[in-house]
């Protein structure tokens, strides 16, 4: 999306998950005089105050209201955690989603990418939180005080080549390295049960955008929970995507990471993001 169409949305619906970053995005289009209607989850959504509040399986309600507010555009953010079968109750338009969904998806970017077609299959064009707070991505390069030592260079490579493999398989986005060897691969758990499990001194965290990533759905994230998790397990160095990681709470993150004598890196991987 260019500058000029970014200042043509005059409303936006945001569909929210936890933590900061809807927050950040609904203060961020404040700034630019763009109306927000924000869409919450019952036992999700908790750094918000939502305009509306539902459950995964209750789409179409969602969709109807979004209607009656004039919503063409939408951004998806923030974490949900997995679902209760409550939760998943599904009306007519989910059931038909998930049948759809089921029948063509394998793993999480192939229900991402059903779930973009499907609303806008209905009239609604889905953007990247990045479109709208592009100070959110990673930079190129050493972003603390803390740099990489000569023996972490090997760490890094293997670990970007095996986060970009499980990334193509669709399984995770963050490996942890050391000594040359990948010591743990993220699972359908996440990043943070992946560091608590198997987090331990000298090793490295790299996390890498997904080959196949829809980028305006499912950016790797990093932020101060993540990395105090690794100043915990005394993890030496933190690898991100630059471009295409979304760094939240840059600042906090920063701190925590130079207090803790953790290294920062953003990498640009050959071929573009």
Not at 5 to 25: C, D, H, M, N
Not at 147 to 166: E, M, S, T, W
């Amino acid at each position: 999306m260019s500058a000029r169409e970014k200042i043509s949305i005059k409303k936006l619906g945001i569909i929210a998950g936890g933590g900061v970053l809807p927050r950040q995005l609904q203060n961020a289009c404040a700034k630019k005089s763009i109306e927000t209607v924000i869409i919450g989850f019952k036992g999700y959504t908790d750094q918000v105050s939502p305009d509306y509040w539902t459950r995964i399986g209750a789409s179409g309600r969602t969709v109807n209201y979004l209607k009656s507010q004039n919503i063409t555009d939408l951004v998806m953010i923030g974490a949900i955690k997995r679902p209760s079968v409550f939760d998943l109750w599904p009306d007519w338009i989910t059931f038909k989603f998930f049948v759809k969904a089921w029948l063509h998806s394998f793993g999480d970017n192939d229900l991402l990418t059903a779930a973009r077609q499907e609303l806008e299959s209905i009239g609604f064009k889905l953007h990247g939180v990045h479109e709208f707070l592009p100070e959110l991505l990673m930079p190129e390069g050493i972003l603390g005080n803390h740099v990489p030592q000569d023996g972490h260079q090997i760490d890094v490579q293997v670990g970007i080549r095996a986060a970009r493999d499980l990334g193509q398989v669709d399984k995770g986005q963050a490996v942890l390295v050391k000594d040359g060897k990948v010591i743990a691969r993220e699972d359908r758990r996440g990043t943070s049960a992946m560091i608590k499990r198997y987090g331990q001194k000298g090793a490295l965290l790299v996390k890498m955008c997904k080959p196949q990533q829809d980028k305006d759905l499912d950016l790797p994230t990093l932020g101060p929970k993540t990395i105090e998790l690794c100043a915990a397990k005394k993890i030496t160095g933190i690898v991100g995507q630059a471009g295409a990681t979304l760094l939240v709470e840059r600042a906090q993150s920063l701190q925590t990471a130079n207090q803790n004598g953790i290294f920062v890196l953003g990498v640009t991987i050959d071929g573009g993001h």
